[in-house]
C-alpha cells in the first residue's frame, strides 16, 4: 500500500521523485521519505505525515542529486514516525531501501544480526533488508549479487528498490511475489522506478512490468532483468495510453466526484469494441474463451475483496441467470484456507481495480495450483492479476485516484453482464431473441447514468438533511442486495459513519430492533421482480418510525406516501439496475463526507490497494 519512486539520469532527482510521490497520494500513507546520493554520500530527509510534511522538510534543509528513491509508508511494523519512515540505512551509511510489503521472518533475522552486532534503529520489518545486504557485501559482494542474496532469504511478498553510495551508476530493485507492482519507466539517457504507473507518466509512457521473482539492474542508459537464481531475462515493453492529465481534478473539488462524474465514459469505453448491437453478439477476446472451453466449465468461483466482492455478487446473480453455470462469490482472503473443491472444469474470475491485490492473487494462486482455468477483470494494465490470467477483461476506466472505488465498481458489472451473456451464446443456452434483447439493453446504460448523475443538487439535500447521522441501515434484494453492501461500504470508508447493508428479507430477523425515528433506512426499491417485496420492507421500517430514503424507479406513486425522501432513477433493464441504482448512493456518501469537512480522496486507515495480507 506504500508508494515507491526512482530516479537514475542526469537530472536532479528530488524533485522527480517529489511529483512521482505525489501522484501516488491514492495509495494511502502516513510517512514519507527521499534519499539522495551526491559526492558518494546518501543524503535522506523523511517524516510522518502527508508529502507536504517532507517537501517543507526537503525546503528548509535542501538536498540535491542523482540517483535517488522515494517512499510513502502504510505503517505495519512500528508506528507512523521519523524514526520508522522509509528509506532505511544500512549500519554503514552506504546502502539505502525502500520496500513495499512484510518480512514474513524478520523476527528471526533481526535477531541473527543482532547477535552478530548489527545496530537497528528502527522498529520495522524494512530495516532488516538493507542490514542483510551489507552483511552480504561485507563478503566482497557487490550490489546487485548482495541483494541477489536477501531476496532469498527473506520470507514474504515484496517490491523492494536498492542504492550504493559506493556504486551510484545503478539502481537495483526487485519484485517477490505478489505485494505490489515495480513498473520500470524508459526515458532517453534516463529511467524511472516506481510501484504504479502515474508517478513516472509524466515522463514516459514506455514500462516494463518485474514479473515475481524478477530482479533488475537500472543504470542511467540500461535495464537488465534477470530472475533471482541470475537467469537473464527478455521483457515485454509496454505503452501506456493514459496521460497524467487524466489524473487531474479539474473542475470538481475531489477526485471521487470526478470518477463518480466519469462513469458515464467509462462505461461508453467498457462497451466500446465488445458490442456487436447489429449482430447482437459480446466480443471478448483477450478472454481467450472458446466454445470448448465455455461448454468444459461446470463452476465459477468469483474472489475478489471489498468493493470488488460486491461487484462479484452481482456477477453471481448474472452468471447464473443468464448463462446457467454454477456460480459463487468467495472473499479472496478466505478461499485458500478452506481448500476449495476445484478442478479442470472450474474456473477462478479475480476482480480486482488495481490487480495487485494481495488476498485476491492467494486465491488466483490457490486456484492455479488445484488445475482451474484463471481469468481476471482488472482495471490496471500490465498488473500481475492480468498477468497471471489465462484470459482477462480490461475494465477500461482509466486511473482511478479516490481511495474510495466508483467507476471500477460499476464497469466491472458491465463486464460480468457481457460475460454471461457470451457464456450463454457459446454453451448454447440462450434463444437468438433473448440474446438480442440484453445485448441490445447495453445501449442504455450511458444515457441512464447520465441521466441519474444530474440529480445530484437533490442528492446534496438529502446528504445534508443526513450529514450528522450516526448510524444507517441500507436495505436491498435481489440482484440489488449487493448493492446495498456497496452503498453502506462507501458510507463507512468516507464519512466514518456507522452503516450496515443488508438483504432486505432479513431485516425481521434482527435488525429491525435497531429501527426507531434516529435510524435512517435507505431502501433500495427499482421495479425489478423483487418490488413487491420491498415495499412491504419499507411500510415495515416507517412503521417502526424509521427516516426512510428511497431509491425508486420515475414513476412509481407506491413509493412516495412511504418514503421520507425519494431518490428517482429512470426505468431500467432490471439486470443492468445495479450499475444505475449505485450512483446515488455513491453521490450520497460522497456529499455527506464532504459536508462532514473530511478528506474523500484520502480516508483515514484505508489505501488504494491493498498489497499486504
Not at 466519469?262 to 462497451?271: A, F, I, K, P, Y
Not at 477500461?396 to 457464456?423: N, R, W
Not at 444505475?580 to 480516508?603: C, F, K, N, T
Amino acid at each position: 500500500m506504500c508508494g515507491i519512486v526512482g530516479y537514475i539520469g542526469p537530472r536532479d532527482a528530488v524533485p522527480i521523485i517529489l511529483n512521482g510521490l505525489k501522484r501516488l497520494e491514492y495509495r494511502g500513507y502516513d510517512s514519507a521519505g527521499i534519499a539522495i546520493i551526491k559526492g558518494g554520500e546518501i543524503k535522506i530527509r523523511r517524516d510522518a505525515g502527508k508529502l507536504n510534511r517532507l517537501a517543507e522538510l526537503v525546503h528548509n534543509s535542501p538536498i540535491s542529486g542523482t540517483p535517488g528513491i522515494g517512499h510513502t509508508r502504510w505503517a505495519t511494523h512500528g508506528v507512523p514516525s521519523a524514526r520508522n519512515a522509509h528509506p532505511h540505512l544500512g549500519n554503514s551509511g552506504k546502502v539505502v531501501v525502500v520496500h513495499n510489503g512484510i518480512v514474513e521472518n524478520f523476527l528471526e533475522l533481526r535477531d541473527e544480526l543482532m547477535s552478530e552486532g548489527t545496530d537497528f534503529k528502527s522498529d520495522t520489518d524494512t530495516e532488516t533488508i538493507v542490514q542483510l545486504v551489507e552483511h552480504h557485501q561485507a563478503t566482497g559482494l557487490l550490489l546487485a549479487d548482495a541483494a541477489r542474496n536477501t531476496f532469498k532469504q527473506i520470507q514474504g511478498a515484496h517490491g523492494i528498490v536498492l542504492l550504493s553510495a559506493d556504486e551510484p551508476d545503478r539502481i537495483v530493485c526487485a519484485r517477490i511475489g505478489n505485494a505490489g507492482g515495480v513498473v520500470i519507466g524508459l526515458g532517453e539517457g534516463e529511467n524511472f522506478i516506481a510501484s504504479d504507473i502515474p508517478a513516472i507518466l509524466d515522463h514516459t509512457r514506455k514500462v516494463i512490468f518485474l514479473e515475481s521473482h524478477q530482479m533488475a539492474i537500472v543504470t542511467s542508459d540500461s535495464v537488465r532483468v534477470e530472475t533471482l537464481d541470475g537467469t537473464p531475462v527478455n521483457p515485454q515493453v509496454h505503452t501506456i495510453a493514459w496521460n497524467s492529465v487524466s489524473a487531474e481534478k479539474g473542475e470538481y473539488r475531489h477526485f471521487m466526484q470526478k470518477e463518480i462524474h466519469e462513469q458515464v465514459r467509462s462505461l461508453t469505453d467498457t462497451l466500446a469494441g465488445r458490442v456487436d448491437f447489429k449482430a447482437g453478439k459480446i466480443r471478448l477476446p483477450e478472454l481467450n474463451l472458446t466454445p470448448e472451453l465455455a461448454r468444459n466449465i461446470n463452476k465459477i468461483y468469483i474472489v475478489a475483496c471489498g468493493t470488488a466482492a460486491y461487484a462479484g455478487m452481482v456477477g453471481k446473480y448474472l452468471v447464473e441467470k443468464i448463462a446457467r453455470i454454477p456460480c459463487e462469490l468467495e472473499i479472496g482472503s478466505e478461499f485458500r484456507y478452506r481448500d476449495p473443491i476445484i478442478d479442470s472444469h472450474t474456473v477462478v474470475l479475480a476482480i480486482s481495480q488495481s490487480g495487485e491485490t494481495a488476498d485476491t492473487l492467494a486465491a488466483m494462486e490457490e486456484g492455479r495450483r488445484k488445475g482451474a482455468t484463471l481469468w481476471s477483470i482488472v482495471n490496471a494494465i500490465g498488473s500481475q492479476a492480468m498477468r497471471i490470467s489465462d484470459g482477462f477483461i480490461a475494465m477500461q476506466t482509466g486511473p482511478e485516484i479516490g481511495v474510495a472505488s466508483t467507476k471500477a465498481f460499476t464497469a466491472p458489472l458491465i463486464d460480468q453482464y457481457m460475460l454471461a451473456i457470451l457464456l450463454a451464446d457459446l454453451r448454447g443456452v440462450i434463444d437468438t431473441k433473448t440474446r438480442f434483447q440484453l445485448v441490445s439493453d447495453l445501449r442504455l446504460i450511458p444515457d441512464l447514468v447520465s441521466r441519474v448523475l444530474n440529480s445530484e443538487p437533490e442528492v446534496e439535500k438529502i446528504a445534508y438533511a443526513l450529514k450528522d447521522i450516526r448510524d444507517c441501515l441500507y436495505l436491498g434484494r435481489g440482484i440489488n442486495m449487493p448493492i446495498a453492501y456497496e452503498g453502506a461500504l462507501k458510507l463507512k470508508e468516507i464519512s466514518y459513519i456507522h452503516a450496515e447493508g443488508y438483504p432486505a428479507g432479513e431485516m425481521k430477523h434482527g435488525p429491525i430492533a435497531l429501527i426507531d425515528e434516529n435510524m435512517p433506512v435507505i431502501c433500495l426499491a427499482p421495479k425489478d421482480p423483487w418490488h413487491d417485496k420491498m415495499i412491504s420492507q419499507i411500510q415495515q421500517a416507517k412503521a417502526r418510525g424509521g427516516i426512510v430514503i428511497a431509491i425508486a424507479t420515475e414513476g412509481d406513486e407506491l413509493i412516495p406516501p412511504l418514503a421520507d425522501h425519494v431518490l428517482w432513477i429512470p426505468e431500467t433493464p432490471w439486470m443492468l439496475s445495479p450499475a444505475v441504482i449505485v450512483i446515488p448512493l455513491q453521490m450520497l456518501a460522497y456529499h455527506i463526507a464532504a459536508l462532514r469537512g473530511l478528506d474523500v480522496d484520502q480516508p483515514r486507515n484505508l489505501a488504494k490497494s491493498v498489497t499486504v495480507e
